[in-house]
């Protein structure tokens, strides 16, 4: 009975079923009088409006009608929620202090914004019933807050705060436990994602959100203090509504997403100044703010068809009917949690889009790797090879004996940058040398190898400078005194690391355009494997010959 209670009370559909005058007013005097307490003491001429009390204790009545209770119903308990230090009389009777009023020179001692009092069995009864409170407002006298009753079930007045604070409690955990899985991706993640640390954020806002909102169950908080616990409340949902669309906005790569960010809060600091002081009404112009802006970018991405976008629609006007319909402790909550799952689906997606990259780029390596093996063991250029080997160790076989090793060392290069990634420049040039030094024997023409700035520090992908000096040797003629030479140049600036190959000599006519062959193909796949898209790569006819130019972009 208790839980079914609790869940009417959580949708928000419980009503009153012990008071018959639902909005009692209560009436207000200033003054110290005990006979005031009486239940049937006559208070026409007191005031509707409390005032200005300043540190003065003041007395304020209300008259509470009680349908037939029955017995199963009872204890009865009261809860009352007003500012300050008080006494409360039931038909005179007193049954319970909040806080202790001023007298004999102490000072207030503050009482909690939420109280609970039992009412005796034999003060219950159906009819009109007077609840009278002494009190003072010594630390907020400027305050004008209204007084509300409730009145139920002693022990499920007591226990139902219990139960819905389990429940937020279990939801807290959940969050603060996807914040820290998130907070530990993104700091073990080797490409620093901006969206998964923008949800860990969320999620660890909302859980503090949480804790703030039921904070009140754990810790008795005077009355002089509650609103510093609301302007929390209030900046952790500012935070959100300002996060939330910007998760949206990365995840649908939505254009012009920072000036919607700065129009967004632009918007929330209005909300904020225009409203200040009212703080729920505040929350929910946050949250709605929010929605309005998720909603932008969601129909945008609906109209770019991005995939997920209609679930994350629907999510948006699930979220968009909770907060209306729903009293707003527990829609606030509820519609975040759907918002949540929304940016968890997003994140699903996201992954396996990054996991089949991945797979793709695995595939891609592969590739490479077999591409870089094919280039030096391809039928064409071994039978060529051999056969100039062949001729050189019968014409000279101490020249045929540094051929020899001029291949092998080459081969041994190949073999051992054939599965990495980036390698250092030095073992570049190396690959190259000893390139140089095979073909000098093949071609029997006089290569010449030369390079400024240099620096051997650095690592780039394998075989590229090496594919541009393929190049240069195949579509290249000697020039007078049978020489080609080559030229490798380095310089760094703010913007990139710069490598600038040349190739000085005849161009040979070819009928294929050089931009697109498999050499260059395989040049910028290698840059995109080591750099996304932060590199780029021209090549062309120079007077002298031809000349490539590698940027890597600075991140």
């Given at each position: 009975m208790q839980h079914l209670l609790f869940l009417l009370t959580f949708l928000g559909f419980l009503v009153p079923a012990v008071i018959s005058n639902e909005n009692p007013i209560p009436v207000y005097k200033i003054g110290d009088n005990t006979a005031w307490a009486a239940k049937n003491f006559n208070d026409k001429d007191w005031s509707e409006s409390r005032g200005n009390t300043s540190d003065k204790i003041f007395w304020s009545r209300t008259h509470l009608e009680l349908r037939k209770v029955e017995k199963d119903v009872l204890p009865l308990g009261l809860q009352i929620q007003s500012f300050g230090a008080f006494e409360v009389y039931w038909d005179g009777i007193l049954i319970g202090k909040n806080g202790q009023v001023p007298q004999n020179g102490r000072p207030e001692v503050p009482g909690t914004e939420g109280s609970y009092y039992r009412i005796p069995d034999h003060l219950v009864?159906?009819?009109?019933?007077?609840?009278?409170?002494?009190?003072?407002?010594?630390?907020?006298?400027?305050?004008?807050?209204?007084?509300?009753?409730?009145?139920?079930?002693?022990?499920?007045?007591?226990?139902?705060?219990?139960?819905?604070?389990?429940?937020?409690?279990?939801?807290?955990?959940?969050?603060?436990?996807?914040?820290?899985?998130?907070?530990?991706?993104?700091?073990?993640?080797?490409?620093?994602?901006?969206?998964?640390?923008?949800?860990?954020?969320?999620?660890?806002?909302?859980?503090?959100?949480?804790?703030?909102?039921?904070?009140?169950?754990?810790?008795?908080?005077?009355?002089?203090?509650?609103?510093?616990?609301?302007?929390?409340?209030?900046?952790?949902?500012?935070?959100?509504?300002?996060?939330?669309?910007?998760?949206?906005?990365?995840?649908?790569?939505?254009?012009?997403?920072?000036?919607?960010?700065?129009?967004?809060?632009?918007?929330?600091?209005?909300?904020?100044?225009?409203?200040?002081?009212?703080?729920?009404?505040?929350?929910?112009?946050?949250?709605?703010?929010?929605?309005?802006?998720?909603?932008?970018?969601?129909?945008?991405?609906?109209?770019?068809?991005?995939?997920?976008?209609?679930?994350?629609?629907?999510?948006?006007?699930?979220?968009?009917?909770?907060?209306?319909?729903?009293?707003?402790?527990?829609?606030?909550?509820v519609s975040f949690t759907v918002i949540v799952l929304c940016m968890l689906y997003l994140h699903s997606i996201r992954t396996s889009v990054i996991e089949a990259e991945h797979q793709n780029s695995l595939l891609l390596s592969s590739r490479l790797q077999l591409e870089l093996i094919k280039k030096n063991i391809q039928p064409h250029f071994l039978r060529n090879t051999l056969t100039s080997m062949m001729d050189w160790v019968e014409e000279s076989p101490k020249e045929g004996s540094r051929f020899i090793q001029a291949l092998a060392a080459e081969f041994d290069i190949m073999n051992e940058i054939s599965e990495q990634t980036l390698i250092p420049v030095s073992k570049e040039l190396e690959l190259c040398r000893q390139h140089l030094s095979v073909m000098g024997f093949r071609k029997e023409i006089n290569y010449i190898w030369e390079q400024t700035g240099i620096d051997e520090t650095q690592f780039i992908p394998p075989a590229i400078i090496h594919t541009l000096l393929e190049?240069?040797?195949?579509?290249?003629?000697?020039?007078?005194?049978?020489?080609?030479?080559?030229?490798?140049?380095?310089?760094?600036?703010?913007?990139?690391?710069?490598?600038?190959?040349?190739?000085?000599?005849?161009?040979?006519?070819?009928?294929?355009?050089r931009t697109g062959g498999n050499g260059f193909k395989y040049i910028r796949a290698r840059l995109t494997e080591s750099y996304q898209q932060n590199w780029t790569f021209n090549s062309g006819v120079t007077e002298s010959g031809w000349a490539s130019t590698i940027q890597i972009l600075r991140p």
């Open positions: 009864s159906p009819g009109l019933h007077t609840v009278a409170l002494r009190s003072s407002q010594s630390s907020l006298p400027h305050v004008q807050r209204s007084i509300s009753f409730s009145i139920e079930n002693y022990p499920t007045l007591l226990t139902n705060p219990l139960i819905t604070m389990s429940y937020m409690n279990l939801m807290a955990g959940a969050f603060l436990t996807a914040a820290i899985y998130y907070f530990f991706l993104y700091v073990n993640s080797k490409r620093k994602q901006w969206d998964i640390l923008i949800f860990g954020t969320i999620c660890l806002l909302f859980f503090a959100l949480l804790i703030m909102e039921y904070l009140k169950f754990h810790v008795v908080i005077p009355y002089s203090r509650f609103f510093i616990r609301l302007e929390i409340i209030g900046w952790l949902t500012f935070a959100n509504a300002l996060l939330v669309p910007l998760y949206f906005i990365i995840q649908f790569n939505f254009k012009k997403g920072g000036w919607l960010i700065a129009a967004l809060l632009v918007t929330l600091l209005l909300l904020y100044g225009f409203n200040y002081g009212h703080y729920d009404l505040t929350a929910r112009l946050y949250s709605l703010a929010m929605l309005v802006t998720a909603f932008i970018v969601v129909l945008n991405s609906i109209i770019q068809k991005e995939k997920g976008s209609f679930i994350v629609l629907t999510g948006l006007l699930l979220s968009a009917l909770v907060n209306r319909y729903m009293v707003y402790d527990f829609g606030l909550f190049n240069g040797i195949t579509h290249s003629e000697p020039m007078s005194g049978n020489t080609v030479k080559f030229i490798l140049r380095y310089s760094v600036s703010k913007e990139a690391h710069q490598y600038v190959f040349e190739t000085i000599a005849k161009n040979r006519r070819v009928l294929t355009d």
